[in-house]
């Protein structure tokens, strides 16, 4: 299987670690074979191309994303603590990602990523949704906070990171990240940390 091989392996840790520091469009097939040990005849029996690729560290990304989530959730732990572990998680997550990575996959239009990675964070969505609802309906979440509000509001965080006025007022994007995550995932508990009725 391709996925087995040393050499694809090899590709895609590389090209992760290169796109995470400086961005996919900066970042040459080249660049990716000479650091990875690999000839460009290696890389393209693998990928028809550098977007192809892309999309694959993204599905892996989310995939990766995906297991930690369900694994969490499964844990016998209070609902406010898998939020919590949930934020180290994104934490750990986006140590050292770029600015250029972030604008790339969201609003660099010409590499089409936007719309891979939307498709994948749609399905990823539904099922948060889902415990989210469990959640409220267990007293969990607050009642009076609209769900689908609050989903939509995640749905802009695509605008936020990528908002040149915003990026500036932070020293990093793992800064900007964070804060953005600590005002969504703590806006939903039940005030004074009191369980709402169910």
């Excluded at 796109?19 to 000479?34: N, T």
């Excluded at 180290?88 to 239009?109: C, M, Q």
């Excluded at 695509?158 to 932070?170: I, S």
Aim: with cysteine; proline share 3%.
């Amino acid at each position: 299987m391709i996925n087995e091989s040393p050499k694809y392996s090899d590709i895609i840790i590389t090209a992760r670690k290169l796109f995470w520091k400086h961005g996919i469009s900066r970042v040459s097939i080249e660049e990716i074979c000479r650091e990875a040990n690999v000839s460009k005849m290696t890389f393209y029996r693998f990928f028809s191309n550098k977007v192809e690729l892309g999309k694959t560290i993204i599905d892996n990304i989310m995939d990766e994303s995906i297991e930690k989530y369900r694994s969490l959730m499964k844990q016998d732990i209070p609902f406010e603590e898998k939020i919590r572990k949930q934020l180290l998680l994104k934490f750990e997550g986006t140590k050292e990602i770029s600015a250029e990575f972030v604008k790339d996959i969201y609003s660099n239009k010409k590499l089409g990523l936007h719309l891979h990675w939307q498709k994948r964070a749609d399905e990823f969505t539904k099922e948060v949704r889902y415990d989210y609802i469990k959640a409220q309906n267990e007293g969990f979440i607050r009642k009076d906070l609209n769900l689908d509000f609050m989903f939509y509001f995640s749905s802009k965080s695509t605008d936020l990171l990528t908002d040149p006025q915003l990026l500036k007022m932070y020293d990093n994007m793992q800064d900007l990240i964070m804060e953005y995550a600590n005002l969504f995932f703590f806006g939903v508990f039940p005030r004074h940390n009191e369980k709402s009725k169910p």
